[in-house]
């Protein structure tokens, strides 16, 4: 097996170490031979509902939710028994706009809610349900759940280390159910999260809409009260797991747009419900297909009707919950690019050992020896990264900056990684089905989903700027 030298830093624990090692154990037998599916949208949907069966049968699916969160409802008892593990996923958002709900911390003070997660603690393999941190879990900032950000992150990494689409929909189950984590009432989290937990229901997170991407505080949607009913019209499109999800927590408008005096959208009157795939008025308006095949929809909302029990916290505070959510899972999108990267840089030390040359191999020549000094390099830098943001996290530190670089560094450098081991493979680097092609298509959207890389440096340069501007 591998060596993963990086799990002996300071930023883990204990049972982050043995968690790490059992993902791997599981991943190597689930994907012996090479997990390939085929690429028509059949047979990705049908691979993703297997997977996300088998990620709960693992146990993996229960680091979606954190432990006390499944403790607290009596449901959660029947996912008990599996062995543990971690999730993960992200978001995007407006940051242009920086004040309230903007930026990567999730709308304003106390808000991270969630983050926090599981700081050190000498830790047993994994706690109760979603922490592997061991004891001493902290809560989450502002009072949310404590989602362990640095299992999340190493389960993703080794996820995608082996599998692209085990690595999606294991984020998925985060992602998609976080909103309700975070701010569900006791009944909508019993109803729903031990499930997302088991591997029983998928999850998805419905913000983006046709003209509103990362400029999200534009959303259309609209969400009126009628009785004991929310109605809700619009779209929504760019959505994971449309078309497979058994729900999907929208972020949609109770009050109109307010707009600022440059004519941007504030973030104020939007707010966030639980709408079940089979809800009256609600229908997959079409799927989208892309680069590295995964579910993915536009969705339609003609008078849908929700029960008003539905809402995901107070009107008004949709905004900063998906800030919230995607604050807690972006990191996980950094530990997913590396675990790319890496195999990209195995796949090229291994090709490089192997291809003759020149009457030597690849590997004997200079300018080989280069691109691979480059990518491990960078690799380890982002690693660094990520796991200093995720431990900080966990820590219940405000940790904007650092998960925004975390974020940016993993993704840009996996594509850099990546499309130097398909140059080193030659011609046959770009073959369907080789490991490396299949990476390159991998990585791509990482780049552009929770928070395109320019987003990301508005964050990093704000955070700065702000810091700056208090100094004087
Ligand atoms: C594969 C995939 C899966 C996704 N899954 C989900 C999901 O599950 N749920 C969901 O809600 N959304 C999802 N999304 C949507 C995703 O979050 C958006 O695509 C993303 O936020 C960018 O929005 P956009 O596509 O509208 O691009 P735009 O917002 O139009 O951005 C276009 C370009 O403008 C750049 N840009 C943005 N701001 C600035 C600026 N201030 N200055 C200069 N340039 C700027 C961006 O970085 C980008 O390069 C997914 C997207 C993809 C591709």
Redesign the pocket.
């Known amino acids: 097996m591998r060596t993963r030298d990086f799990l002996e830093w300071p930023f883990f624990t204990p049972g982050h170490r043995e968690l790490a090692a059992r993902v791997d154990a599981w991943a190597f037998e689930r994907f012996a031979g090479d997990g390939a599916h085929a690429e028509d949208r059949a047979a990705v949907d049908a691979a993703c509902r297997e997977l996300v069966r088998d990620l709960g049968r693992g146990g993996w699916t229960r680091y979606s939710v954190p432990g006390e969160v499944l403790l607290a409802g009596s449901a959660a008892h029947r996912t008990a028994g599996a062995s543990g593990s971690a999730a993960g996923g992200g978001?995007?958002f407006d940051v242009?706009h920086g004040g309230s709900a903007a930026g990567g911390s999730a709308g304003g003070s106390g808000s991270a809610a969630g983050a926090g997660g599981s700081a050190g603690g000498s830790g047993s393999a994994v706690g109760a349900g979603g922490s592997a941190g061991g004891s001493g879990a902290a809560a989450g900032a502002g009072g949310g759940a404590a989602f362990d950000v640095r299992a999340l992150a190493l389960i993703r990494e080794t996820l995608a280390w082996h599998n692209g689409l085990a690595d999606f929909a294991f984020a998925m189950q985060g992602?998609g159910s976080g909103a309700i984590t975070l701010a569900g009432s006791p009944a909508i989290k019993q109803k729903y999260l031990p499930r997302v937990a088991a591997g029983e229901a998928i999850a998805?997170?419905?913000?983006?809409e046709p003209d509103a991407?990362?400029?999200?505080a534009a959303i259309k949607c609209s969400a009126r009260l009628d009785g004991d009913s929310y109605v809700l019209d619009g779209q929504?499109t760019?959505?994971?797991n449309g078309g497979i999800a058994d729900f999907y927590c929208v972020f949609a408008r109770t009050s109109p747009a307010e707009l600022r005096p440059d004519g941007s959208v504030t973030a104020r009157g939007i707010s966030a419900f639980v709408v079940d795939a089979n809800a009256p008025g609600f229908s997959i308006a079409e799927r989208i297909d892309?680069i590295a095949p995964h579910p993915?929809a536009t969705l339609a909302f003609n008078g849908c009707r929700i029960p008003v029990g539905n809402r995901l916290g107070p009107e008004g505070d949709g905004f900063k919950l998906a800030m919230r959510t995607l604050d807690v899972f972006r990191t996980s999108v950094a530990g997913a690019a590396l675990g790319f990267a890496q195999r990209a840089l195995d796949e090229a030390l291994k090709q490089s050992l192997s291809r003759p040359m020149f009457g030597k191999t690849l590997a004997d020549l200079q300018l080989t020896q280069a691109a691979l000094a480059d990518m491990a390099t960078e690799i380890d830098a982002a690693r660094l990264q990520t796991y200093r943001a995720a431990w900080l996290r966990d820590r219940g530190d405000t940790v904007t900056k650092e998960v925004a670089m975390a974020k940016m560094s993993a993704t840009e450098s996996a594509q850099r990684a990546i499309d130097r081991a398909v140059q080193i493979f030659g011609g046959r680097g770009v073959v369907h089905g080789e490991t490396v092609e299949h990476l390159y298509r991998d990585i791509r959207?990482l780049r552009?989903?929770?928070?395109?890389?320019?987003?990301q440096k508005?964050i990093i340069a704000r955070e700065l700027l702000n810091a700056a501007r208090k100094a004087q």
């Open positions: 978001g995007q242009a992602l998805a997170f419905a913000l983006s991407g990362s400029d999200v929504k760019w959505i994971s892309v993915l959207a552009i989903y929770e928070g395109a890389t320019e987003v508005l």
